[in-house]
């Protein structure tokens, strides 16, 4: 049974609206009563996760499902995907663009930020098709 | 020590008078690299940054800062602002630099971490 499944389509570049996803999430899940620590972690990863669609991807969507395993967070991508995936995770590699440098994105953080806060991260890539990133975190 | 008590150490002007400034501020940091401020946020921190655009405070909203500092006076955009005051988020503007503003809260004793 799931408690909560919704989905956010998430533009390419678009940088004004990076983060709301992220904002609905922390609040949907807030108010299903989910501690505090939960909360952070999850809005971390969320957000990592997001600006990553918004910065290097084609365009894709964040799911997010709650159930009596967890909370699930899956990002899903239409491209170009991930060459070398063990260089994307190492903390500090980015191929952030200079407009993203400029917002402070690109420090290479985001992908080790998200495997810190899960309880189980799973990535998946293929050049040309897209990237998909599975993230669990246990409730308690 | 509260935002309102913080305002007054760091010289600051509030840019989101519509909000509450007695909350309490828990901890500091400086940065304007936001994964490194994503893995670094905590609840009630004051945050430094001379980053102003609208992710800033998508980042402070969500790590549930007590307040985001501009140094040197540095204008945060309107849409900025606006949508702090909007997400209960408060926005101060100090004419010190990072490195002073940081000085003064350290010295009056507010940690890097939550206690
Ligand atoms: N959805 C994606 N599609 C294609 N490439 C990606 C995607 N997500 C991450 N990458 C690649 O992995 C690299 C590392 O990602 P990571 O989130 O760790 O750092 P960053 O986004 O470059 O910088 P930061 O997250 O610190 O702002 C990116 O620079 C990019 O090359
Ligand atoms: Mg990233």
């Known amino acids: 049974m799931s408690f909560i499944h919704a989905e956010y389509p998430v533009a390419s570049g678009d940088y004004t609206r990076a983060g709301e996803a992220s904002a609905d999430i922390k609040r949907r899940l807030k108010q299903l009563g989910v501690s ?9 990863a969320s957000y990592e996760v997001e600006l990553n669609l918004v910065i290097h991807s084609l365009g894709g969507q964040l799911i997010l ?27 500090g590699w980015s191929t952030a663009n200079e407009e993203a440098r400029s917002l402070g994105f690109g420090a290479g953080m985001g992908l080790p930020n998200m495997k810190r806060n899960a309880d189980d991260f799973e990535i998946e890539s293929e050049i040309g098709k897209g990237t998909r990133i599975s993230m669990r975190f246990a409730l308690t | 020590m509260t935002i309102a008590e913080l305002a007054a ?24 690299l936001l994964s490194w401020v994503m893995a670094h946020g905590e609840e009630g921190m004051a945050w430094v940054t001379v980053q102003t655009h609208m992710n800033v405070v998508a980042v402070a909203v969500l790590a549930d800062m007590a307040c985001v500092i501009m140094p040197e006076n540095i204008d945060m955009p309107k849409e900025s602002i606006d949508k702090a005051a ?30």
């Open chain 1, 36 to 44: 505090s620590m939960v909360l952070r972690r999850v809005s971390v």
């Open chain 1, 65 to 91: 499902d709650v159930d009596q395993d967890g909370v699930r967070l899956t990002s899903e991508d239409v491209g170009p995907g991930i060459p070398d995936i063990s260089l994307a995770m190492r903390e």
């Open chain 2, 9 to 32: 150490l760091i010289e600051a002007e509030n840019q989101t008078p519509s909000l509450p400034i007695d909350r309490t501020v828990s901890c500091g940091y400086t940065c304007d």
């Open chain 2, 86 to 115: 909007d997400e209960g988020l408060v926005i101060l503007k100090s004419p010190l630099t990072a490195y002073a503003i940081c000085g003064r809260m350290a010295a009056q004793g507010i940690p890097e971490k939550a206690e």
